[in-house]
């Protein structure tokens, strides 16, 4: 969800009321701990820069006008490598997006994508405007990498400039495992300096049929890249309320524990991530969705004790799980229960 007030951010400062945007997709702001289909993300995507006639969602001191991202991708498809296409890239949003500079630094044998603040963003460093600006380019730049060159590319570590945000558990599966956050007006990503030279594969006809449901649909691409991702994350959901391990995993899924490891690496990922990210995302629906003990929310979980989930839940929230349901009572409806 924090991908989705990020988004909205924009139209918030406008005091434009996103109510009919979200209602027509049902989607609840209220549920904190609700998870948002990637299909309805998309569409949310497109009715946002449909109403503010602007593919920046509001958020720099100028629109990008409807039309920027085709122009975008049609200046990278004739490119003949992944670094030139990226350097048209650069070139282009210098144009449309001055708000932020895009560079790309090449090393032996790791390169860096460095998205900077020409001007500050917003007044403070955690301001979900910012926040989202960061998060919405790299996202934009990485999923547009893959696709023109037909695979996934892995980031090894991104660099956020900014302090964790509340969904930050989910860069895991958006970004990788191995994001920081730091202080400072640049975000850094590092990735294999070998897979610039990689050529663009895409051709007119291909991205005729991408930019059907465009540019909403960049945020749908390469899921495929995080296949073992999903796989694991089911299996541990599944073997619930067991505590699968990651041996347990690789067998199910008739690999080497070695081969899996290898695997989620690739993917940004690691399997006590995903099974962290897997608890606290349960954890915080049956708390907001359910009356459920305490106890009894631990145990469904797979934790030995109560006292251990305590601990965990305080590290995901800042708070007890007592105190997070009673911050939920503040804001629930009339009868009391908290928002469906």
């Given at each position: ?66 039309g920027s991202f085709e122009f975008l ?42 998205i900077r603040e020409a001007r500050p ?184 004790d109560t006292s251990a989930f305590y ?30």
């Amino acid at each position: 969800m924090g991908f989705v007030t990020g988004m909205l951010a924009g139209m918030s400062q406008r005091n434009i009321n996103p109510t009919l945007l979200l209602a027509e997709l049902d989607i609840d702001l209220a549920d904190a701990a609700a998870r948002v289909p990637l299909d309805r993300y998309a569409s949310l995507y497109n009715l946002v820069i449909r109403e503010l006639q602007d593919e920046g969602f509001g958020l720099f001191s100028g629109p990008m006008g409807p039309g920027s991202f085709e122009f975008l991708c049609r200046g990278m498809l004739g490119a003949p490598t992944l670094a030139d296409g990226l350097d048209r890239a650069r070139r282009f949003l210098a144009i449309v997006l001055p708000d932020l500079q895009v560079k790309v630094v090449r090393g032996d044998d790791r390169a860096e994508l460095h998205i900077r603040e020409a001007r500050p963003l917003t007044p403070t460093p955690d301001d979900p405007a910012r926040v989202f600006a960061f998060e919405w380019l790299l996202r934009l730049l990485h999923s547009l990498s893959c696709w023109l060159v037909g695979r996934g590319l892995s980031l090894d570590s991104v660099d956020f400039p900014f302090p964790p945000p509340a969904h930050a558990d989910d860069y895991a599966l958006v970004y990788t495992a191995r994001s920081r956050f730091i202080d400072g007006p640049q975000l850094t990503a590092r990735f294999n300096a070998t897979l610039l030279d990689l050529p663009i594969r895409r051709d007119e006809a291909a991205l005729s049929s991408f930019l059907e449901g465009a540019p909403g649909r960049i945020s749908m691409l390469y899921r495929r890249d995080r296949n073992t991702v999903t796989r694991v994350r089911d299996l541990i959901r599944d073997a619930l309320p067991a505590s699968l391990t990651q041996d347990e995993a690789a067998n199910r899924l008739h690999m080497s524990p070695r081969t899996l490891h290898r695997r989620l690496e690739e993917e940004g990922a690691s399997f006590r991530g995903i099974k962290e990210a897997l608890r606290r995302d349960m954890a915080l629906a049956r708390l907001t969705k359910t009356r459920q003990p305490i106890s009894q929310v631990a145990a469904d979980l797979g934790y030995a004790d109560t006292s251990a989930f305590y601990r965990a839940f305080t590290s995901w929230t800042g708070m007890s799980p007592e105190r997070y349901r009673k911050h939920l009572s503040l804001t629930a409806p009339p009868n009391g229960d908290p928002q469906p």
